[in-house]
């Protein structure tokens, strides 16, 4: 049986992970990854397109390797990215570096050998403007600029990177002191970047095409291409919807046709999903491993938890749950298979958080969630995985070891892309 339409992962291949592998582990669905990827490149525009994956959604060299190979860029978020992108054999041209890091001393020449390789970089601040642009200058480098542009939109206020609340970019008052610190040094900037955040909704997105557009046309007239950054909407939850790339790609085309037509520049189209590539081809594979209940609540206890997914506790994030029983036979998805007794349960981890819940809300409360009630042993799956989870958790809290990754391939092998850390690679740095 499988967990959902979009997936080939079954319950047979949940039970054989676990199996193999043990819980908790991560469980990646290379079809959905490769189907998501053409997704993207099938956007439509207007003079061309790149598509960069931001790897900060999930940086693992196998994932890396599979998106590169179906044709999109890199979008990397620190050096070290940058450092493992190319180890998974991308190359520096076809990464760019977007960052809040201050390069200084080694890490300074790191960066500057790798831009003499290809490696592009947007300015993010006056500040690295000030450290790049002689070197830039005298190296013949051309740089991209990040607009803050004082707008912004987020599923959560901690995902809005674009309002008057958050810091990323080069503020929209600070562009023109930005451009003549460049023109003063004979620097153009060729690449106008924005990303107004993540999970928001695709209205926003739209009206910040408009934006970017115009503030290209007051601002930067060498710019040869225009980044509209992340934040494509995925569906993790069934009454979610996701963003519709033909419609956005389509607006985005009208208007840099019309760009053209007013100004005689043909802008190249640049975007950077994260969240769309990957989110729904991962999942989080745990045992039930415990049954608690309390005046008010009932909780089922898994193996793993905040520690491989922390997204609620941080966001409040909603993901989709599958109960796959022991033998690997049956699913009953939280979403439609609930019991007509009206179960419910909190689902928790096993870390020593209250937080440490899969089901909370947004003020971080704990909401029992419907489902059929599952037995001790039973797999508990969480869906909506891929992103931001083993990417971005606290992974050694409580002293728990960094969990497996697992790849199902098209041919129906089950892969293993990274293995669990041992307790002796956790301590290997302490004196
Ligand atoms: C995080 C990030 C992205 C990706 O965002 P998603 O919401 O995951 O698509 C793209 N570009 C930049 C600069 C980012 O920081």
Redesign the pocket.
Known sequence: MRLNYFSVIDSAAIAEAAVCYGTPIYLYDENHISKRCKDCLAMPNAFGMTV?Y?M??NSGRALLRIISNAGLHI?A?SLNEVIRAHLADIPYENIML?TQEIYQGDRLQKLQELMRLGLKY?VCSLRQLHIMADFAAENNIELGL?VHPGIGT?ESAT?N?GDDYSC?GIHLSDVTEANKYAADRGLKFRHI?E?I????DSEMWRRNIDLELSIIEEHFPDALSV?F?????EARMPDEMPSDLELLGSYAKWRIEEFYHRTGRKLRMEI??????V?NSGYALTRIVDKKATQRSNFIILDGGMEINSRPLLYGSRHPMYVVSADGKQVKSTEFDADEDGYRAVVAGKCCESGDCQTLNMEGATVPRAMAQPEIGDFLVIGGAG??CSSMTPINYNSHTQAAEVLLRPNGELTLIRKKQTLEQMLVNEE
Not at 197 to 200: A, M, R, T, V
Request: charged share 20%.
């Open positions: 960069r931001a900060k959604a979008d978020s977007t947007n990040r987020g995902r990177t990323f970047h990303h955040g993540s999970g928001g980044s950054g992340g934040g494509l909407k950077e999903p994260g969240t769309f590539i989110a992103a931001y």
